[in-house]
């Protein structure tokens, strides 16, 4: 059960990496955060879901939120865009 957290915007910074017909997608702050989309639009639309999920998920279950910087090996071509999330 959701406790008492006001709304908040937190930054979430995607990296886009363009693959066969689409894009796969990772919150470069945190790890295993990840979706992917027929095209950029999709692909963002479906990591702000995963990430405001995640996000979610640990300030239910009163967990500290793993902030790591580039938890990944970040890909030639990939494409940085940032968006707040409300969660």
């Known amino acids: 059960m959701r406790k008492n957290f006001a709304l908040q915007s937190i ?3 995607a990296i886009l990496v363009p693959e066969d017909g689409g894009f796969y997608v990772y919150a470069s702050r945190l790890p295993g955060v990840c979706s992917q989309g027929e095209n950029e639009k999709e692909a963002i639309a479906n990591i702000v879901e995963a990430f405001r999920g995640a ?3 640990y300030l239910d279950s009163g967990s500290e939120i793993p902030w790591q910087e580039n938890w990944f090996e970040r890909p030639a071509g ?7 999330v409300n969660v």
């Open 11 to 13: 930054e979430c910074r």
């Open 55 to 57: 996000i979610q998920e």
């Open 78 to 84: 990939a494409i940085e865009r940032w968006m707040l």
